[in-house]
């Protein structure tokens, strides 16, 4: 484990081992309120359902389906809620992992993200104004008769941090993590500044 605490992580720290971390940033960035957010992964016959960001923050990327958690109700309903809307499917969705996102912005607001894996799925995958659903494959099997229909994972096409946790999500290992995006002003976007991850030992 860190010897350091990361801000943001502080419950159950002390359980976790770090699996990986990195950036340039020396120290994290300084945050003064937190929004509670969703992301809900669903998996099918060896493939993971991803949605293209058609609009607001990630746009052009891939990602899990979710958003805020709304006044009244669990996070556990807000994933739900977010599948359904995005989706438009329902799964049974198990909490896997945290991730404490700081995007450098004039609110100073980090987002906590409760992330949740769904093995299989009821209704039609459908696209919505914000997010077009496809699947891809996670199989490590080039030959594979699912591999051969269905596209890798579009790593190049994610947050640029998500690599580092896509291994524990995908190998349903609890976990918890940080990533602190800077705003790169010649570049016009959001780049990765500092990231830790960890594995739940208990």
């Not at 969703?38 to 899990?64: E, P, Q, S």
């Not at 996102?101 to 995958?125: P, S, W």
């Not at 008769?145 to 580092?164: F, M, Q, R, V």
Request: aromatic share 14%.
């Amino acid at each position: 484990m860190s010897a350091n605490v990361v801000p943001g992580l502080e419950k159950d720290f002390h359980l976790l081992q770090e699996f990986v971390s990195g950036g340039s940033g020396s120290s994290w960035m300084e945050y003064t309120k937190v929004k509670l957010y969703t992301n809900a992964f669903v998996f099918h016959d060896n493939k993971i359902l991803l949605g293209y960001k058609k609009r607001g923050i990630g746009m052009h990327k891939y990602n899990g389906f979710g958003g805020k958690v709304e006044a009244g109700e669990t996070c556990l309903e807000a994933a739900a809620r977010e599948l359904e809307e995005e989706a438009g499917i329902k799964s049974s969705l198990k909490h896997i992992g945290v991730l404490f996102f700081f995007g450098e912005n004039e609110d100073q607001c980090a987002f906590h993200i409760d992330i949740y894996r769904g093995d299989g799925f009821e209704g039609t995958v459908t696209e919505s104004d914000e997010m077009s659903p496809q699947w891809f494959s996670v199989s490590d099997s080039s030959n594979s008769e699912t591999a051969s229909h269905t596209p890798p994972i579009p790593y190049e096409k994610l947050w640029e941090t998500d690599p580092h946790w896509f291994p524990l999500l995908l190998s349903e290992t609890p976990f918890r993590g940080r990533a602190d995006f800077r705003m790169d002003k010649e570049k016009g976007k959001l780049v990765p500044f500092k990231w830790w991850y960890g594995v739940c030992s208990a």
